[in-house]
């Protein structure tokens, strides 16, 4: 049975207290910031397609996702194929990988599992501040110091190549695999490590054997959230990989990744162009895997804390 | 046996550690060293001169100055506005929920990405050219998600009863908010803003086409000038002049002033939130 609820003079009296119109008004303005992330990201979704859609009047969507030959300049026959970028993006992405995921999980856990409190509160912010040197700057490192001694090591005549990009791209990308792993690494609760070390097992053990198991899925978007920098990287490959724009051959051929052949190109075309439109195709591809790797990432984090709970 | 490989496993992860740490040093000490061999007074308040050859990078430095306090003037507002909005208005349901994933999105939006939307936007939709507002705007979209992120964890770390206590004396909400919430939470906002500023300095790929310009002898006067900007002059500098061997000096000189400007404000960013959280912990 329902008790209409009763008015009070006092909830009168608040109500009518004075118009709440300045109150709505200041809460819309506040939620128009709020959803204007939301616009945002729907506005670089819609801008892109929409510039990169016009590409396709005049380039087969075939060729685009097809060839292998990227080639607008030609004056014998303009060529528009993406894999040859994807292929050194990939190529690039995954050198990086192969230094950051050791070196990373190494790192977070040391400073989650093994690190004095004083070592730890050094090394956290020494870890933010490499997050915070500009990619150019590390490109200019790649030029003037990783770039001649792979050509020392290697014996070739200049070292920018997929090679010198990884290695550059794993310093890039290594903060935030360190603090996301090192987060995953934290938040397995405590009374697993103590568990196993009751029953007999020694730190390294309890750290292989339980905490990163407990931590894996979380340790996997870190990685993943780590990749989508590495892949989203522009300045950094641009001046280290020697942006040639064939299909890679190699870890130490140069290569041009997807960010790199938009940087170079776009200020070159003239706008409204195929080759301009086409640009922003690759764009609004580069974004499309960029976007499914951190959605990817979110929704493996996602699940893990569900099941916590 | 089993101690063997626990001592092996252990030395590795310190020496994973110390390898990064020493990456850092080794990156700083080699641009220090290099870079001071050209800093002087007339480095940092000369304009290039000689096709870039001599001279100093003062249109860069403040060009770079200029555009990131543009990008924190845009971002800075709206940023705040939304952190108040989810920390103190936003009910958790689906929308919220969208908010929240499209802030996450944007933080993971490859540079170049912002470059081309702030193309298609600014310069040519909106007909605002290549100019410091063009690339402005397009930086305070691109600092947006860490604005956001930094001044919503400051406004939380604002305990739930003071926000109880001024509605209980008959505040409304956004007098609540701006009287006893918003005070306390000032310098982890501010903390965002700075490292908003340290990010805007360092971008280069989202200004390349929407306002960087190759070479400026002179400061823009206006919004609707371009700039030179010090990234982009380290960029020019190391990879497209016509003598890079013989600029190589000035190219280490522009990466340690860029260096030092981003880790001046970084290093300032941190002493803000340490004694924040401090004050915070000795109030509880």
Known sequence: ?309 | MKRLWSLLGRSYLVLATAAVVAVLLGLLAHIAAQGWEVMGWEFLTAPPRKGMTQGGIFPAIAGTTLVSLLTVAFSLPLGVGAAIYLSEYAPDRAATRGIRLAIRNLSGVPSVVWGLFGVVLFVDLLGLGTSLLSAGLTLGLLTLPWIITASEEALRAVPRSVRDGALALGATPWQATRTVVLPPALPGILTGAILGLSRAAGETAPILFTGVAFYLPFVPGSLGDQFMALPYHLYILSTQHHSIQTVRPLAYGTALVLVGLVFTLNLGAFAVRSRMRRRLESAR
């Open chain 1, 1 to 309: 049975m329902d008790v209409p609820p009763t008015r009070t003079a006092a909830d009168a009296s608040l109500a009518n207290r004075r118009p709440r119109w300045g109150e709505r008004l200041v809460e819309l303005a506040l939620a128009g910031c709020g959803y204007a992330s939301v616009l945002v990201l729907g506005g670089i979704f819609a801008l892109l397609l929409w510039q990169g859609a016009q590409a396709f009047r005049e380039v087969p969507l075939r060729e685009f996702l097809l060839s292998v030959r990227w080639d607008p300049t030609s004056p014998v026959e303009a060529g528009y194929g993406l894999w040859a970028m994807v292929a050194s993006t990939a190529l690039v992405t995954l050198g990086s990988m192969a230094v950051v995921v050791p070196v990373g999980l190494g790192v977070a856990a040391y400073l989650s599992e093994f690190a004095s409190p004083r070592a730890r509160e050094l090394l956290k912010p020494a870890i933010e501040m490499l997050a915070a040197v500009p990619s150019v700057v590390v490109g200019f490192i790649g030029i003037v110091v990783v770039g001649p001694w792979i050509a020392r090591t290697f014996g070739l005549p200049n070292g920018l190549n997929a090679l010198n990009g990884s290695l550059l791209l794993a310093v890039m990308a290594l903060p935030t695999a360190v603090s996301l792993s090192e987060d995953a690494l934290r938040s397995v609760p405590r009374e697993y490590r103590l568990a196993s070390l009751a029953l007999g097992a020694n730190p390294w053990e309890t750290l292989l054997k339980v905490t990163i198991p407990a931590a894996a899925p979380g340790l996997l978007a870190a990685m993943m959230l780590a990749m989508g920098r590495a892949i989203g990287e522009t300045m950094t490959v641009l001046m280290a990989c020697g942006n040639a724009p064939a299909f890679p051959d190699g870890l130490l051929s140069a290569v041009r990744t997807m960010t790199a052949t938009i940087a170079i190109e776009l200020g070159e075309v003239p706008h409204g162009t195929a080759h301009y439109h086409a640009l922003f195709a690759v764009g609004f591809a580069l974004f499309a895997i960029s976007f499914g790797v951190n959605w990817a990432a979110d929704r493996v984090l996602r699940r893990f804390q569900g099941g916590r709970r």
